[in-house]
Structure formats: structure tokens, C-alpha cells
């Protein structure tokens, strides 16, 4: 089976005027099924940039990016669409959770567009929340939750139609480091479970509990390192 | 999924539920606009047509003095041309006029008992109730005899019997009444015929125009002959009878204009359908305008409403909406705005065409081709107005939407 992830000479450019930023200066990495991926490395190093070229919430100037077997600059907008439906689950720094809308119906929300019947819905929904261990928190709304509960809630939201991939971009930047090592543990029991997690963080603590940690610097590559000694992960050399 | 679609729509306007109501007012406004119109319209053009019908059936109307350009006459009673003389010539001569009979009238006291009052004394010959289609409520209407002797014979219209005989339990018909200090015996009570030809015709009294020329200064000058056509096909046929009748009679020479005026009621209600026609059109134009208006107060509304919710965009585009799914969920959201003022608007107009009908003492004014007519059109401007916020709305980039600030 290939890769999950396949990423070749990615290459993003933001225009701003007659400026030209390159965010992305020819990265080449490979993510495989099951890995937990740290990618580091200071701000505006391009970290970011990529987590959204990966999440196909933006597309690259040029390059290849393959996942699961999709050429990602062959889709149309919508096949995008339901690429980040089925096959990705987000966590952002700041939640990005439907204020007004209650955690369950924030859970239900990837899979609505999914097309899942409503009854199916609701209990697949209560199951993730319960996962997260938010199942007392359900019929709250954002406002009414802390941001660790609120972070809980993404996650659910995240892994809720059963992603091949979840992304989380400094997922724990908004929060204490008790609640830091709460979503930390989250995470280390999902990728346990068989998720393939790649996340971004600047902090170090946070990046030691991956088994791998890819490090950015100016848009590229600086060094890709696998802490095979560590269980879970099979040695792998690209 | 597209009930799911229509229930955050709902909700996005129950949550900013006074400016749901603002916009949709425009909508509630411009569907009254459009059936309280047609109900306006459609109200004059009864009330004009039924008017205008008691003016009797196949009317010619003859004035004295020359047409204006208008069709109307100039000199109305100003110069009397027209006379006693010129009812029997059009009698004897017109075989397309079936009745003919003067009217002169004046304003006089009229006496019963302790009882009086000011009004209209009109003297006509025995075929007026035939022309004007007069039914008597109590006794008959004069006889050819008693037009030909002067006879002091009253009928009294409703009204002017009502004034002069209330609080009197007594048949009214055989007592004595006074015009200007003269007794005459009432003969007949008119029933009520209501405004027609812009007069009130039951607050008059009718007497032979014989008798009437006595009481005036005993000029045989007339202010008006009514002429019947014995079928509404040959009133133009009639009229221009009676035209080269009046011209003979009146020895005007080839060249010279009319001295008096004929009035046909066809054209009368043409003519004045027409006025009521620009008039509707003139109404219906200004409330598809005022719907146009809130329209566009609707198209507004939701492109605040996309910028406004450009993250929650973005969140929906991330976890994976496609693009017809936001969209439709704009698209709903004006649609639903629309209709509801569209309803809104229906209950209202509904109400309000139910009052203008009781003032305008005509029957039901709600069209349906009017509320259908609006809703439709609401439904039109809720797509109209909604797509291009819809799709500005679809069209935003993920990445960029999740961004905005
Ligand atoms: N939308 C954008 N428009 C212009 N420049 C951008 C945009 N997003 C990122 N950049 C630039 O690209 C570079 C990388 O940004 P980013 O990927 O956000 O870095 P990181 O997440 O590692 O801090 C930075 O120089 C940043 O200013
Ligand atoms: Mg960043």
C-alpha cells in the first residue's frame, strides 16, 4: 500500500502587491498510515502553509500532493469538498467551533454533509463526545465550555466520520499546559487507536510526544527525525 | 440533508430576528402595495361602471353649448340652446330613439306639514323613468295627461320622502306637499337608485316639466334631454339622428360647430375605464417597485449576513460542505425572508382590502390574480436577490474564509 501522504517540490507563493512571498520552497515529505508527526520549527517558517495544503483547504502554486491514492490538483472544488468530509478531520488553534450551535450538533455538522440519516447521526455524534470524554457536555453551547471542553469538542468534531488523517494546527496553543497534557494524552490514545496524526506545534513538550518531528525552516525542510525507539511506530526509511 | 440545510436557514433568522423582520418588511410593504392596489383598482372600476350605468340603459345625454376638446361639455347651462320644442322634433323625427324627455331642474323649499326641506325639483316627461330605469317604491310616476295639462303631481325620491315624512305614519302617496308655497299631490315614490351620474338622485323630486316651466320664469329652455336608443347597437346610429335633428331645428348652417353637446354613455365609460386603466397601471407600477425595493432591501441584508458569517463559512467548507450546500443554505434563508413577508403582506392586504370594500360599498376586492401575482413575484425576488449573495457566499475560499477577522 502507498503512502498516506505524499508530498513532492510543494511550492506556495503569496502575492501581495508586486511582493512575493514564497510560504513553501520545495518540500518533499512522505507521511505513512498510523504515524504520529510533529512538525516544528519558528513562526513563519511555513508550518501552517503546509498544514493547509495538506488539509486541501488551499492549493499549492506547484508541486504534487498526493493522498490516499488522490492526486489532489486533479479534483474539482467539490471532490476537495468531500475529500475534507471523508478524509480529514481539523483541529485549529482556535477551535473554529459554530457559536450558537450545541457540541452535538457541532459533532453532527461533517457528517451532515456527509449524508448520514439523522438517527445515525445523533449516535455517532454522542459516541466521539464520549470519546473525548465530553458526554455530560453535549447540549452546551461553545460559549458555555472551557477551552479545553471546547477543544474536545473539535476533536470529536475531527474524528467523528472516521478520517484517515487528522490535522492539528497548534491545537494546544490556546490552552493551560494542564489542559495541554489533557489533549496531549487525547491525542497519544487516538493515534494508539490507528489514527495517523500529523501536528503542528512550537513547542517542544508538545512535539516529544510525536514519534517523528519534521522541522521547518523558511518554507523548507530542515530535518525530518523518527524516534523508532519509541513503540507503536514500525521503523521506516523513506 | 436539505431539511437539515432549511433548518439553519430558519434559524440564522429567528437569531437576528429584528432585522429578519426589517427586511422582510420591505417584502410585507410592497405585497400590500401590489393587492391593496389591484383591490383599489378594481374597486373604482366597479364603482365607475355601475355609476355610470344608472345613468340608465342606451343614454344619449344632451347638453347645450359647443364640445370641448375634452368631449365634455363647455358652457355647461350656459347658453340654453336647447328647448321643449327640440324633445318633440327628436320625438317625431328619430326612429332610432325609442324615449326622449327633457330635464330642467332647480333647487326649492319644500313644505309637508311641519316638515321641510331644500332640494332638487327636476321636471321631466312621462318616458324619463323608462330612459333612467326609475322604479317606484310606493304609487306610479305622471302620466303623458298630466304632463300634457301642467298637473301639480310630485314623486319624491327616497330620501326627500324620508326627510319630509319622518316621524308621519301616513301613506305618503295622495297627501298634499308644497313647492315654493304651491300645493302638489304626491303621486309616487321612487325607490332608492344611489348616486349615479355623480348626483344623488333619490334626494330629488320629480314633477311634469310642463309644470315646471310654469313654476321657473315660463321659458321653455331645457338644461338637458335624456333620449333612449331602442338597442345598445344603434347609439351611435341614434345619436347622430339627433344631431342633424338639433341642427335642422336649430338652423345652424353647414360649417358651423354644434351649439350642444351629446353625450353617449359607451364612451363615457370607456373613456373613463381608460382613466382607470392608466390609474391601475400607474398604482400596479409603483408596488412592483416597491417590491423591487425590498428586493434589493433583501439582497442587501444577506450580503451582510456572508460577511458577517464568513468563518462560520469557512468552518463548513473545512469539514467538508460542498459548495451547492452553502448556497442553498443562503438561497433558503432569502427565500424564506421573502415568502414570510410575502405572508406577512397577505394577511395584511387581505384585511385592508376587506375595509376598502366596505368604503367603497363594492363586493370582495381580493384578486387572486393579484395574490398570486405578489407571491410569485416575492418567490422571484427571494431567488433573484438571494443568488448573488448565495453565491458569493459558495464562492469563498476555505482558507481564506477561515481566516477573516
Ligand atoms: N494569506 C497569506 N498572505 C500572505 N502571506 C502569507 C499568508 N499566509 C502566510 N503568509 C506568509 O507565509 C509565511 C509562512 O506563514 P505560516 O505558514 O503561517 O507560518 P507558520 O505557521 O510557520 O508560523 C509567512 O511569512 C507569512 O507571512
Ligand atoms: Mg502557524
Known amino acids: 500500500m502507498s503512502a498516506l501522504i505524499e508530498i513532492r517540490d510543494l511550492v506556495r507563493e503569496y502575492v501581495i502587491g508586486d511582493q512575493t512571498i514564497r510560504a513553501l520552497d520545495g518540500v518533499n515529505l512522505t507521511v505513512e498510515r498510523g504515524e504520529f508527526v510533529a512538525i516544528m520549527g519558528p513562526s513563519g517558517s511555513g508550518k501552517s502553509t503546509a498544514m493547509n495544503m495538506i488539509g486541501c483547504l488551499d492549493l499549492p502554486t506547484s508541486g504534487q500532493y498526493v493522498i490516499d491514492g488522490f492526486h489532489v490538483a486533479s479534483l474539482s472544488e467539490d471532490q476537495l469538498a468531500d475529500v475534507r468530509n471523508r478524509k480529514i478531520g481539523f483541529v485549529f488553534q482556535n477551535f473554529n467551533l459554530l457559536p450558537k450551535t450545541t457540541a452535538l450538533e457541532n459533532v453532527e455538522l461533517p457528517m451532515m454533509y456527509a449524508g448520514v440519516p439523522a438517527r445515525e447521526r445523533r449516535q455517532r455524534a454522542m459516541e466521539a463526545l464520549e470519546r473525548v470524554g465530553l458526554a455530560n457536555r453535549m447540549h452546551n453551547r461553545p460559549n458555555e465550555l472551557s477551552g479545553g471542553q471546547q477543544q474536545r469538542v473539535s476533536i470529536a468534531r475531527a474524528l467523528v466520520n472516521n478520517p484517515v488523517l487528522i490535522l492539528a494546527d497548534e491545537p494546544t496553543g490556546a490552552l493551560d499546559s494542564h489542559t495541554t497534557e489533557e489533549i496531549l494524552t487525547l491525542f497519544e490514545e487516538l493515534h494508539a487507536q490507528g489514527n495517523t496524526i500529523v501536528l503542528v506545534t512550537h513547542e517542544d513538550e508538545v512535539g516529544e510526544r510525536a514519534k517523528r518531528i519534521i522541522r521547518f525552516r523558511d518554507g523548507k525542510v530542515e530535518s525530518d527525525t523518527k524516534y523508532p525507539q519509541l513503540e507503536g511506530v514500525p521503523p521506516h526509511v523513506d | ?405
Do not use: C
Open chain 2, 1 to 405: 440533508m436539505w431539511i437539515e440545510i432549511l433548518r439553519v436557514s430558519w434559524r440564522s433568522i429567528r437569531a437576528n430576528k429584528m432585522r429578519s423582520f426589517l427586511t422582510m418588511l420591505g417584502i410585507i410593504i410592497g405585497v400590500m402595495a401590489v393587492v391593496l392596489s389591484s383591490a383599489i383598482g378594481m374597486g373604482a372600476k366597479d364603482n365607475i361602471t355601475s355609476q355610470v350605468e344608472g345613468l340608465g340603459s342606451n343614454v344619449l345625454t344632451v347638453m347645450p353649448g359647443a364640445t370641448s376638446s375634452g368631449g365634455i361639455s363647455q358652457g355647461f347651462g350656459s347658453a340654453s340652446t336647447l328647448t321643449t320644442a327640440d324633445v318633440t322634433a327628436i320625438q317625431q323625427q328619430d326612429p332610432d330613439v325609442k324615449y326622449v324627455s327633457p330635464v330642467v331642474s332647480h333647487t326649492a323649499q319644500v313644505v309637508y306639514g311641519a316638515n321641510n326641506t331644500n332640494t332638487a325639483i327636476e321636471g321631466t316627461n312621462e318616458q324619463y323613468p323608462e330612459i333612467k330605469n326609475v322604479t317606484m317604491a310606493q304609487g306610479r310616476y305622471f302620466l303623458q295627461e298630466e304632463v300634457n295639462s301642467a298637473a301639480n303631481v310630485a314623486v319624491l325620491g327616497s330620501q326627500v320622502e324620508q326627510t319630509l315624512f319622518a316621524g308621519e305614519r301616513v301613506n305618503p302617496v295622495g297627501q298634499t306637499i308644497e313647492i315654493q308655497g304651491i300645493p302638489f299631490t304626491v303621486i309616487g315614490v321612487a325607490a332608492s337608485q344611489g348616486t349615479s351620474g355623480f348626483t344623488n338622485q333619490d334626494d330629488a323630486i320629480a314633477i311634469p316639466i310642463t309644470t315646471e316651466v310654469n313654476l321657473m320664469t315660463g321659458s321653455d329652455t331645457v338644461s338637458q334631454i335624456l333620449a333612449s336608443a331602442t338597442s345598445s347597437q344603434v347609439m351611435n346610429q341614434a345619436q347622430l339622428e339627433i344631431e342633424s335633428t338639433l341642427r335642422v331645428a336649430h338652423q345652424l348652417t353647414p360649417g358651423t360647430a354644434d351649439d350642444f353637446t351629446i353625450q353617449n354613455q359607451a364612451t363615457l365609460l370607456s373613456t373613463l375605464s381608460g382613466v382607470t386603466r392608466v390609474l391601475t397601471l400607474l398604482l400596479d407600477g409603483i408596488s412592483a417597485i416597491s417590491l423591487l425595493v425590498g428586493g434589493i432591501g433583501i439582497m442587501n441584508i444577506m450580503l451582510v449576513s456572508v460577511t458577517e458569517r464568513t468563518r462560520e463559512i469557512g468552518i463548513r467548507k473545512a469539514i467538508g460542505a460542498r459548495k451547492s450546500s452553502i448556497s442553498t443554505q443562503f438561497l433558503l434563508e432569502s427565500l424564506t425572508l421573502s415568502l414570510a413577508g410575502a405572508l406577512i403582506g397577505l394577511i395584511f392586504s387581505g384585511a385592508g382590502a376587506m375595509v376598502a370594500a366596505r368604503v367603497m360599498k363594492t363586493g370582495s376586492l381580493l384578486s387572486v390574480s393579484a395574490i398570486v401575482l405578489s407571491v410569485v413575484f416575492s418567490i422571484a425576488i427571494g431567488i433573484v436577490f438571494g443568488v448573488y449573495p448565495a453565491r458569493k457566499a459558495a464562492n469563498l475560499k476555505p482558507i481564506d474564509a477561515l481566516r477573516f477577522e
